[in-house]
C-alpha cells in the first residue's frame, strides 16, 4: 500500500476539527484507501473500535442501511453513553436521503464525519448549501509522479527514467499497478473507468442520459487537449462534423465531467482584475492514461500531454493550477497560500529559446521553464530582485520535494 502522505497530514490536523470532511475525486482514485486511512490514524490515537462506524455503501454487506432514517437508527444505538463517535462513509451518496440523515446527525450527535465520493455527487446542480457550509472539501487525485515510482517499485526495481516512460504512456490510476502492464489491457481497463465514472456521476447524477453525446464530447476534449475552448467553439466543431448539440447542452457535459473527476479545468486568470474569466478554458484529463485510451499515442501532441502532466502534477500537489493570456499566453499559473509559480511547458527548448521565455514570465513568483529533455547547458538563473528562474527536465520537475516546490 502507498503511504500518501499528503493526504495523511490533512487528516491528522483535521480530526475533530468540527467540520465534516469530504474527499472527493474521480472513480478508482484511491479515496477508498483513504478513508481506510482515517481509520489507522484513529486506531494510533486510541479511539475505541467500537466508537468507529465505517460502512462502504458499494458493499452488499451493508444492504440492511437502505435510506437516511436507517442510518440514523443505527448511529442512535451506537452513541448512547458515548462522548463522541467517528463516521467513515465511503459512496455514502449511493444511500438514498443521505443528506437529511448527516444534517440530523451533525445537530443532535458529537461526531467526527469523514465522507467520499464525487463533486457531482455532493455538489450536483444543488441550491441548498450543503451542510450549512460546515464542511471541508479535500480533493483525492490519482498518483503524483512519486507515488507512482513507490507503486511501480513494489512490483519491480526501475529506475526514474524507466517510470516517467510508463507514467508519460499509462497515466496515474492507483489501479493500473494491479494488472499487467501492456496497452491493450491497462487502456481497455482506464475506459472501463471511464466508462463506469460517467455512469456513476454524468449520467445517474446529472441526468444526462444521451451517451454518445456524452463520448462526442470527451472525444473532442481529447483532440483539442491543451487548446482553449467553449461550449460554443465545442458545439460549433461538432456541428461540422455532422452532430448537432446545442452550447448549453455542452457546457451541460462540461461541468459534469469536470465535477466526475474525469476532467481537470483550467480557469482562464486576469492578472489585472485578480479574476477567473469564464471563457476560454483549457480542459485536462485527470488522468491522461484516459486520453491515450481515447485517442491513441500520438507523437504529434507531444506538448499536449506535457501539459497535461504538469497540471495534474500540480493538482496532486496542493497547487490551484491557472492558465493567462496575455501579449505572451503562460501555460500555467499555479497558486498555493502565499506561494506563485510561473510554468511554460516545450517539448524542445535550447538554452537561448529558455531563458527568454522565463524572461518573459511575471516576476512576483517562481519561474520554470520544463521541458521533456533539459538542454546540458541551461542552468537555473538568479536574478537579484527579480526572483528565481530556473529550466528543468520534465523529470526533474517531477521529482521536486515538497520544500523545492514551493
Known sequence: MIERER??????????SGQVKLFTGAYRTGKSTILKM??????????????????????????????GGSLLFVVRNLVRGKHRIYLLLDEVANLPGWEKALENILIQYRCDIYLTGTRASFFGDRQEVLFSGKYLEIPVFPYYFQEFCEAWNQRKTAEPEECLQDFMIYGNMPGIHNIEKNQDTVFSYLLDVCQAGMLQSVVRIWRLRNVDQIWMILGCIAENLGKPLSAKVIAQQLKEENYSIGKDTVYTVLRALTEAGI?????????????????????????????????GLHSGRTKALLENIVCMELAARGWQVLRIQQEKDIDFMARKGENLRYLQVREKADTEEAEELLKALPKDGKRTVITLERDAQAETKQDGSDGMGEIKSLLQFLQENDDEDV
Not at 493526504?7 to 475533530?16: L, M, S
Not at 490514524?41 to 451493508?62: C, M, Q, S, T
Not at 480542459?283 to 486520453?291: E, I, K, P, Q, V
Open 7 to 16: 493526504y495523511e497530514k490533512i487528516i491528522r490536523e483535521q480530526v475533530n
Open 263 to 295: 476532467l481537470q479545468k483550467v480557469p482562464r486568470y486576469d492578472r489585472k482584475t485578480g479574476r477567473c474569466l469564464e471563457a476560454q478554458e483549457k480542459y485536462y484529463f485527470t488522468d491522461w492514461g484516459m486520453y491515450h485510451s481515447l485517442y
Open 38 to 67: 482515517v481509520q489507522r490514524i484513529l486506531r494510533k490515537r486510541g479511539i475505541p473500535l467500537g466508537d468507529v462506524l465505517y460502512i462502504d455503501f458499494e458493499a452488499v454487506r451493508h444492504c440492511d442501511i437502505r435510506d
